[in-house]
């Protein structure tokens, strides 16, 4: 289910919808971002500037969709800016070649495919690194591993986050119903102590700054109605008992 859910998110999103979600996926691994392009003229073919675990400097080019021959040619001038154009951001190392990376929430048919190879075959002989490809099947991969982990599981409340995943957006969003869910959900993290879903699963470093308590007192204080039965439960949980308790 939760497989599902995830995947028809990733297949409507476009690039700048799933870039920030995916430098969260590069966070886990252990990678440092150094800067998130506008997609612009002037991002040199590189979305996402960053440093893997070893410091080595690596440019990411995100894309939306199936790649076929006639789309992969529309983009090879960003793909050779992506290779070739040295990463130039203040304060990152400067190297005469990095690692490049395209990734797409689609994938890559044959005729592109082979395409793509002669390219990279072009670029490797003018000792450029060789050009890695993360499709699809990667991607959600990675997403449901890392965020997966905190999504619904009981069947109710994955049917209360598709119900609110599929408004129209016309009417004000229920602000108690939504409250609920999700502090619901987040009761079931275990607010004791930092979630795991904020922590990266290589190392334990905080993926979100861990004032997330303080955000989570505030967003109960902000006009919302409780039944008395919920606010028993969030009076008797360690860090929001003092913001649920007047």
Not at 209 to 220: A, E, T
Not at 234 to 243: P, Y
Request: glycine share 8%; aromatic share 10%.
């Amino acid at each position: 289910m939760i497989d599902r859910v995830v995947e028809n998110w990733l297949t409507r999103a476009n690039e700048r919808q799933y870039q920030f979600p995916f430098c969260q996926v590069l966070i886990a691994k252990g990678f440092r971002i150094f800067h998130l392009s506008s997609h612009g003229p002037q991002e040199q073919g590189k979305d996402i500037i960053a440093l893997d675990k070893r410091a080595r400097p690596i440019g990411f080019q995100l894309k939306t969709g199936d790649i076929d021959l006639s789309a992969l040619r529309k983009i090879h001038g960003e793909l050779n800016e992506l290779v070739e154009v040295p990463i130039q951001f203040p304060g990152f190392p400067r190297r005469p070649h990095h690692r490049s990376v395209l990734v797409t929430n689609g994938m890559l048919n044959d005729p592109a495919r082979q395409t793509l190879s002669n390219y990279v075959q072009g670029w490797e002989s003018r000792g450029f690194p060789r050009l890695q490809v993360e499709l699809k099947d990667s991607l959600l991969r990675d997403f449901v591993d890392l965020h997966g982990k905190y999504l619904p599981s009981q069947l109710s409340d994955v049917v209360q986050l598709l119900r609110f995943y599929t408004r129209d957006g016309l009417a004000p969003r229920p602000r108690a119903e939504f409250a609920g869910f999700v502090a619901n959900n987040v009761l079931r993290a275990g607010l004791s102590s930092v979630p795991t879903f904020l922590r990266s699963p290589s190392d334990g470093k905080y993926l979100m700054r861990p004032g997330w308590q303080h955000s989570i007192c505030r967003f109960l204080q902000h006009g919302l109605l409780w039944s008395r039965s919920l606010r028993r439960r969030l009076a008797a949980t360690s860090g929001l008992r003092r913001c649920v308790g007047r």
